[in-house]
C-alpha cells in the first residue's frame, strides 16, 4: 500500500537499505563510465572566410548577376549545407564510406549535415565547423568545403552571368529582325508615296514656284506671238493687194508694150519706156510675192509657234498640278509616316539599348571570370585539433556518477513505499482502526523480529517479535 514519507523516514529508509544503494549505485556508475569510455573521440576544425567586395563597383560596370556576393551571407548556411555541395565533398574526400555503401549518397549527405555547423560572423565573414573522429581529416574538410563553396558560387554566377548574355544575344538577334522588317516597310512606303513625302514639301513648293514663273513667261510670250500672228493676218492682205495691182499693172504694161512695138520700132522712146517700165513693175511684182511667200512663211511660223507655247503652258499647267496634288496629299501621309518612324524610332530605341545592354553583359561576364578567384578568402584556415572537442569524459563520469545515485535513491525509495512493515506506534494509529492500548518496547540484546499486520478470523490482530 502506498502512503506519504517525510524526509526523516527516507533517510531512514536509505539508511536501512545502504548496501543494496551502494551495490545499485556502484553497478550504475560503472555501466555509465563503460559508455562514456567507449564512446568515440570526436574533433572539430574550424575555418573563417571573408567575402571580398565586389570589383569594380556599380558605378563603372552595370554587372547582370543582381545579387551581391555580401548578401550570399544570408543564405551561406543552406547553400553550405546544400547537397551539390556536400556530395562533391564527400566524393572528393571520401568520407562516410560504410554509410554511403550501406544506405547510399543521401544518407552520407544527412550524416555531414549533422557533423557541419555554419555560423555568420559579422558582415562580411563565416565560420564553418567541422566534426569527425580524425583529426586530419577534420582540418581537411573544413579547410576543404569553402573551396567547393567558392567553386560551386562562381560557377552559379558565372553560369547567371553567360544566361544573361545569351538572353541578350537571343533578344537582339530577334530585334535586329524586327529593325530590319520596320526599315523594309518605311523604304516601300516611301518608294510608294515618292514626291509626297514630308520632306519633299519644300521641294514641291519651290517646284510650284518655278511653274507659275514659267507659265507667267509662257503667257506673255503667248501673248506677243499672238500679237504678231494678228499683225501679219492684217499685212497679209494687203500683201495679196499690193501683189495683185502690180501683177495687174505688168499685164496692163505688157499690153501696152505689144502694142506700141506693133507701131513703132524698137529704137522707139515710147517702145523703150514702155519696156523700162515693164521691167519696174515686173520686179515690183517679184518683190511683192517674195514678200508675201515670207509673210506666209512668218504667219506659218507664229502659228506653230503659238501652237508650241500653248502645249507648253498645257504642260506647264500639269506639271503645277502633280506638285500641287503632292503637296495637298502630303499631310496625309506625313501622319501615316510619323506613326511608322515613332514605332521605328521605339523599336531602334530598345534595339540600342540592348546592344548597350549585350555589351555590358560581355564585359561583365569576363570580370566574373576574371574576379572569381578572389571572391572568397579564407583568413583563418582550419589547423587539425590536438585534442577531443567531445565527448567531455570527466562531465560524463560526474553524470553518471548523479545518475546512479538517482537511480539507487529511487529504487530504495520505492522499496519502501512497497514496504508493508510496522517500525513505530505512530504507524500502527495511522494504519490502524483500533485504538493502541500498549507498546512493548523491545529488549536490549533481543533480536529485532519483523513485524506485519495479518487479519485473522475476521479481526485485525498485530503479531511480530517485538510488538504485541
Same mark, same amino acid.
Request: charged share 30%; proline share 4%.
Given at each position: 500500500?502506498?502512503?506519504?514519507?517525510?524526509?526523516?523516514?527516507?533517510?531512514? /529508509?536509505?539508511?536501512?537499505?545502504?548496501?543494496?544503494?551502494? /551495490?545499485?549505485?556502484?553497478?550504475?556508475?560503472?555501466?555509465?563510465?563503460?559508455? *562514456?569510455?567507449?564512446?568515440?573521440?570526436?574533433?572539430?576544425?574550424?575555418?573563417?572566410?571573408?567575402?571580398?567586395?565586389?570589383?569594380?563597383?556599380?558605378?563603372?560596370?552595370?554587372?547582370?548577376?543582381?545579387? $551581391?556576393?555580401?548578401?550570399?551571407?544570408?543564405?551561406?548556411r543552406e547553400e553550405l549545407l546544400?547537397?551539390?555541395?556536400?556530395?562533391?565533398?564527400?566524393?572528393?574526400?571520401?568520407?562516410?564510406?560504410?554509410?554511403?555503401?550501406?544506405?547510399?549518397?543521401?544518407?552520407?549527405?544527412?550524416?555531414?549535415?549533422?557533423?557541419?555547423?555554419?555560423?555568420?560572423?559579422?558582415?562580411?565573414?563565416?565560420?564553418?565547423?567541422?566534426?569527425?573522429?580524425?583529426? #586530419?581529416?577534420?582540418?581537411?574538410?573544413?579547410?576543404?568545403?569553402?573551396?567547393?563553396?567558392?567553386?560551386?558560387?562562381?560557377?552559379?554566377?558565372?553560369?547567371?552571368?553567360?544566361?544573361?548574355?545569351?538572353?541578350?544575344?537571343?533578344?537582339?538577334?530577334?530585334?535586329?529582325?524586327?529593325?530590319?522588317?520596320?526599315?523594309?516597310?518605311? $523604304?516601300?512606303?516611301?518608294?510608294?508615296?515618292?514626291?509626297?513625302?514630308?520632306?519633299?514639301?519644300?521641294?514641291?513648293?519651290?517646284?510650284?514656284?518655278?511653274?507659275?514663273?514659267?507659265?507667267?513667261?509662257?503667257?506673255?510670250?503667248?501673248?506677243?506671238?499672238?500679237?504678231?500672228?494678228?499683225?501679219?493676218?492684217?499685212?497679209?492682205?494687203? /500683201?495679196?493687194?499690193?501683189?495683185?495691182?502690180?501683177?495687174?499693172?505688168?499685164?496692163?504694161?505688157?499690153?501696152?508694150?505689144?502694142?506700141?512695138?506693133?507701131?513703132?520700132?524698137?529704137?522707139?522712146?515710147?517702145?523703150?519706156?514702155?519696156?523700162?517700165?515693164?521691167?519696174?513693175?515686173?520686179?515690183?511684182?517679184?518683190?511683192?510675192?517674195?514678200?508675201?511667200?515670207?509673210?506666209? #512663211?512668218?504667219?506659218?511660223?507664229?502659228?506653230?509657234?503659238?501652237?508650241?507655247?500653248?502645249?507648253?503652258?498645257?504642260?506647264?499647267?500639269?506639271?503645277?498640278?502633280?506638285?500641287?496634288?503632292?503637296?495637298?496629299?502630303?499631310?496625309?501621309?506625313?501622319?501615316?509616316?510619323? *506613326?511608322?518612324?515613332?514605332?521605328?524610332?521605339?523599336?531602334?530605341?530598345?534595339?540600342?539599348?540592348?546592344?548597350?545592354?549585350?555589351?555590358?553583359?560581355?564585359?561583365?561576364?569576363?570580370?566574373?571570370?576574371?574576379?572569381?578567384?578572389?571572391?572568397?578568402?579564407?583568413?583563418?584556415?582550419?589547423?587539425?585539433?590536438?585534442? /577531443?572537442?567531445?565527448?567531455?569524459?570527466v562531465g560524463g563520469l560526474i553524470?553518471?556518477?548523479?545518475?546512479?545515485?538517482?537511480?539507487?535513491?529511487?529504487?530504495?525509495?520505492?522499496?519502501?513505499?512497497?514496504?508493508?512493515?510496522?517500525?513505530?506506534?505512530?504507524?500502527?494509529?495511522?494504519?490502524?482502526?483500533?485504538?493502541?492500548?500498549?507498546?512493548?518496547?523491545?529488549?536490549?540484546?533481543?533480536?529485532?523480529?519483523?513485524?506485519?499486520?495479518?487479519?485473522?478470523?475476521?479481526?485485525?490482530?498485530?503479531?511480530?517479535?517485538?510488538?504485541?
Open positions: 500500500m502506498d502512503r506519504g514519507m517525510t524526509a526523516d523516514q527516507i533517510l531512514a /529508509a536509505l539508511w536501512r537499505r545502504k548496501v543494496l544503494i551502494g /551495490a545499485i549505485a556502484a553497478i550504475g556508475f560503472a555501466v555509465g563510465a563503460a559508455i *562514456v569510455a567507449s564512446l568515440p573521440s570526436v574533433y572539430t576544425a574550424s575555418a573563417v572566410v571573408r567575402v571580398e567586395p565586389q570589383r569594380p563597383s556599380e558605378e563603372m560596370v552595370q554587372h547582370t548577376v543582381s545579387e $551581391l556576393i555580401e548578401q550570399r551571407l544570408l543564405t551561406v546544400a547537397r551539390p555541395v556536400l556530395q562533391r565533398a564527400i566524393e572528393e574526400l571520401n568520407l562516410y564510406p560504410e554509410i554511403v555503401a550501406d544506405d547510399g549518397i543521401e544518407a552520407g549527405v544527412e550524416r555531414m549535415r549533422r557533423d557541419l555547423d555554419v555560423k555568420v560572423e559579422g558582415d562580411t565573414a563565416f565560420e564553418l565547423t567541422y566534426s569527425a573522429s580524425d583529426p #586530419q581529416v577534420a582540418a581537411k574538410v573544413a579547410n576543404r568545403l569553402p573551396e567547393i563553396f567558392s567553386e560551386e558560387t562562381i560557377k552559379i554566377r558565372q553560369a547567371q552571368a553567360a544566361r544573361a548574355t545569351a538572353v541578350f544575344d537571343e533578344e537582339l538577334g530577334r530585334l535586329q529582325g524586327t529593325v530590319a522588317q520596320w526599315e523594309d516597310k518605311i $523604304l516601300r512606303f516611301k518608294v510608294e508615296h515618292l514626291g509626297e513625302l514630308p520632306e519633299q514639301l519644300e521641294t514641291n513648293m519651290r517646284g510650284v514656284e518655278r511653274l507659275n514663273a514659267q507659265l507667267t513667261t509662257k503667257t506673255d510670250e503667248l501673248r506677243a506671238t499672238e500679237a504678231r500672228r494678228s499683225e501679219l493676218a492684217r499685212s497679209h492682205a494687203g /500683201a495679196d493687194t499690193d501683189a495683185g495691182r502690180l501683177a495687174a499693172a505688168e499685164a496692163d504694161t505688157t499690153r501696152a508694150l505689144t502694142a506700141a512695138r506693133s507701131q513703132w520700132t524698137a529704137d522707139h522712146p515710147e517702145v523703150q519706156r514702155l519696156a523700162r517700165e515693164l521691167e519696174t513693175v515686173s520686179q515690183q511684182r517679184q518683190d511683192a510675192e517674195r514678200r508675201m511667200v515670207a509673210e506666209r #512663211q512668218e504667219r506659218a511660223r507664229a502659228a506653230a509657234l503659238v501652237t508650241q507655247i500653248q502645249r507648253d503652258i498645257d504642260g506647264l499647267k500639269q506639271q503645277a498640278q502633280a506638285f500641287q496634288k503632292r503637296i495637298d496629299q502630303t499631310p496625309r501621309w506625313a501622319q501615316e509616316l510619323s *506613326v511608322l518612324q515613332r514605332d521605328y524610332e521605339i523599336l531602334r530605341t530598345k534595339y540600342q539599348s540592348v546592344v548597350s545592354r549585350k555589351v555590358e553583359a560581355e564585359v561583365a561576364q569576363e570580370l566574373e571570370a576574371k574576379s572569381s578567384k578572389s571572391l572568397f578568402n579564407v583568413i583563418s584556415p582550419a589547423g587539425a585539433p590536438s585534442s /577531443a572537442s567531445r565527448p567531455d569524459r553524470i553518471a556518477l548523479l545518475a546512479a545515485l538517482g537511480i539507487a535513491v529511487l529504487t530504495g525509495v520505492v522499496l519502501e513505499m512497497r514496504d508493508e512493515s510496522i517500525r513505530d506506534a505512530a504507524e500502527i494509529k495511522g494504519r490502524l482502526p483500533l485504538p493502541v492500548l500498549a507498546v512493548v518496547p523491545m529488549m536490549q540484546g533481543a533480536r529485532a523480529g519483523r513485524r506485519t499486520l495479518a487479519p485473522s478470523n475476521g479481526r485485525n490482530t498485530v503479531a511480530g517479535d517485538g510488538l504485541n
